[in-house]
């Protein structure tokens, strides 16, 4: 089996942003070289997450409203008397840090609709993602 590991470096510049990695992925998934296996894409901070979904404008400011809704800054959690980002770890937590992709025919298979996106909490920062291609 063949493993090919290489690390995505994203700038973000809001506290919570949408931050699509697509296109770095897919070069990542053509350079290792796999023909069929499994693409991993991991974010390595707690105050990130991985998702999949659509590259639409107001869909990515409806997630980015949602996670503001469902996880307010300042809400009184716990955690904020250490640190004051509760918020972006317990949207962190529900959300999760990967994702696994398939790779067929050395191409990473995703909908048409489908893109990758880092999802940022607790910006603006500097980050780091991990893609690992596993396979034959």
Same mark, same amino acid.
């Given at each position: 089996?063949?493993?090919?590991?290489?690390?995505?470096?994203?700038?973000?510049?809001?506290?919570?942003?949408?931050?699509?990695?697509?296109?770095?992925?897919?070069?990542?998934?053509?350079?290792?070289?796999?023909?069929? /296996?499994?693409?991993? +894409?991991?974010? &390595?901070?707690?105050?990130?997450? %991985?998702?999949?979904?659509?590259?639409?404008?107001? *869909? =990515?400011?409806?997630?980015?409203?949602?996670?503001?809704?469902?996880?307010?800054?300042?809400?009184?959690?716990?955690?904020?008397?250490?640190?004051?980002?509760?918020?972006?770890?317990?949207?962190?937590?529900?959300? /999760?840090?990967?994702? +696994?992709?398939? &790779?067929?025919?050395?191409?990473? %298979?995703?909908?048409?609709?489908?893109?990758?996106? *880092? =999802?940022?909490?607790?910006?603006?920062?500097?980050?780091?993602?991990?893609?690992?291609?596993?396979?034959?």
């Amino acid at each position: 089996m063949k493993t090919f590991f290489e690390e995505i470096s994203v700038s973000t510049r809001n506290r919570t942003e949408v931050i699509d990695i697509t296109r770095h992925v897919e070069e990542i998934t053509k350079k290792s070289v796999v023909t069929n /296996g499994l693409c991993i +894409i991991h974010s &390595v901070h707690s105050t990130t997450a %991985i998702i999949v979904n659509e590259h639409e404008a107001g *869909l =990515l400011k409806d997630i980015v409203k949602k996670v503001q809704q469902d996880f307010p800054k300042g809400a009184g959690w716990l955690h904020d008397r250490v640190d004051d980002n509760a918020d972006a770890h317990l949207a962190s937590s529900f959300t /999760g840090p990967s994702r +696994i992709l398939p &790779v067929k025919d050395g191409r990473l %298979i995703r909908g048409t609709w489908q893109n990758i996106f *880092l =999802l940022e909490l607790d910006g603006p920062r500097t980050r780091r993602v991990i893609v690992e291609v596993l396979g034959e």
